[in-house]
């Protein structure tokens, strides 16, 4: 069989997301290659579920897999450990989370991070420049771990309106991307955003509570929610307290 690929120039709009290359094909979830790739661009291709994701010396590859990893925050999995981790972080002088103070620096650790299975990394040049010129227009965030001025850990993410994209995370230090997330988690939850996109399954992801569901299902709930208000990207310790008093504890 035949796989043919879209091939964008630079002011093509993307195909359907449901001409996305399915479970029976070579690569599920590819979409497209080429075209644009800046901070209009990510905000157009994010708003339809879509994301680049490409290696060094590639094509820029558009991606929109079904289904679709999911977190839904208030399914978030607390483990004991994490939850012990966490009530000590918040009363630990010189432990505090950040947002949105080194964007760039986050980027680039989780782009050093050695991943099983990942022979180098997909967030090179081209993707910190775009991200980056995102993160200026306020639509891409990094959540930060930092301990006695150190940065140990974080995630960045893209958000339009209260609709959250998760993209990458990085660890320095024990927990420390864990932290970060579940201070997004809480961040979502005082301010009404549903769900993180994970775009891709992994155990990992799995073990804290997310799970695949069809993407028609992610697009509704990411067209509703990108027409909201944007969140306040600043964080407060009473965020914790969406955390520790209310997430899904597994053993």
Request: charged share 20%.
């Amino acid at each position: 069989m035949t796989h043919q690929l879209p091939w964008l120039s630079e002011n093509d709009v993307f195909p359907p997301v449901q001409s996305a290359w399915g479970l029976d094909d070579p690569l599920p979830g590819l979409l497209a290659a080429g075209g644009r790739l800046d901070a209009d661009n990510l905000q157009t291709a994010y708003a339809q579920g879509i994301f680049p994701w490409f290696s060094e010396g590639q094509p820029v590859l558009w991606w929109s897999p079904n289904p679709r990893m999911v977190l839904q925050v208030e399914n978030f999995r607390l483990h004991p450990s994490l939850r012990k981790t966490l009530k000590k972080f918040r009363k630990t002088p010189g432990c505090e989370v950040r947002i949105d103070t080194a964007f760039e620096q986050v980027m680039r650790h989780c782009a050093q991070t050695v991943r099983p299975g990942q022979d180098g990394t997909w967030i090179v040049d081209r993707i910190v420049a775009a991200y980056t010129a995102l993160h200026r227009q306020g639509k891409a965030h990094s959540v930060e771990t930092w301990i006695d001025g150190k940065l140990v850990g974080g995630l960045y993410c893209v958000a339009l309106g209260r609709a959250v994209f998760g993209e990458s995370m990085f660890a320095h230090a024990s927990d420390a991307s864990k932290i970060a997330l579940s201070a997004l988690v809480g961040l979502c939850r005082h301010q009404g955003a549903t769900q993180i996109d994970c775009q891709q399954a992994t155990r990992h992801l799995a073990s804290l509570g997310a799970h695949e569901i069809p993407r028609s299902l992610f697009l509704i709930e990411v067209g509703r929610q990108r027409k909201q208000p944007d969140m306040d990207w600043r964080f407060h310790s009473v965020y914790w307290d969406a955390i520790l008093s209310s997430s899904v504890d597994s053993a």
